[in-house]
């Protein structure tokens, strides 16, 4: 009896093409970075510029707001997660497409910011970092000018 079907394209269908194909993608990630795949994720970000502030949105569902740091060193904002390591309580995955993994990203801050007002808030796996604008940066509405 089978308890879960899984779709695979045709040339997926035999675990020797599937190994062929976890082996590739595994030597071409290491050939072109260098680094290890763990170190590689990168969650989404999306950037939105409002009349008062920046907001910085990144997509982090599943991850606690105390495995998520959020530090600032003169212009750099820099956002890392160290998710704790997943128990080992012998669950055997017949599929395993995602997990929690360590992530580490930088944005440099222009001069429009202020630093000392930055807040985050963590809800329904986004987290929002709020960028207050300088007051001489925020846009100002039109005005007419009497000429004297």
Excluded: C, W
Aim: glycine fraction near 2%; hydrophobic fraction near 30%.
């Amino acid at each position: 009896m089978t308890l879960l079907s899984i779709s695979r394209p045709r040339t997926m269908s035999n675990p020797a093409s599937r190994e062929r194909y976890a082996d590739l993608m595994k030597r071409y990630a290491y050939n072109n970075s260098g680094v290890s795949k763990e170190s590689q994720f990168s969650p989404s970000v999306n950037i939105i510029d409002h009349a008062e502030e920046y907001r910085i949105n990144l997509a982090v569902p599943g991850y606690k707001k105390d495995e998520i740091s959020i530090n600032i060193d003169k212009s750099i904002l820099t956002i890392e997660a160290n998710p704790k390591a997943e128990e080992n309580d012998n669950t055997t995955y017949m599929v395993k497409e995602f997990s929690k993994l360590p992530f580490k990203r930088t944005f440099t801050l222009g001069k429009t910011i202020d630093t000392s007002r930055i807040e985050a808030k963590h809800n329904d796996g986004v987290l929002t970092v709020i960028l207050s604008k300088k007051e001489e940066a925020k846009d100002r509405p039109p005005r007419t000018i009497k000429v004297n």
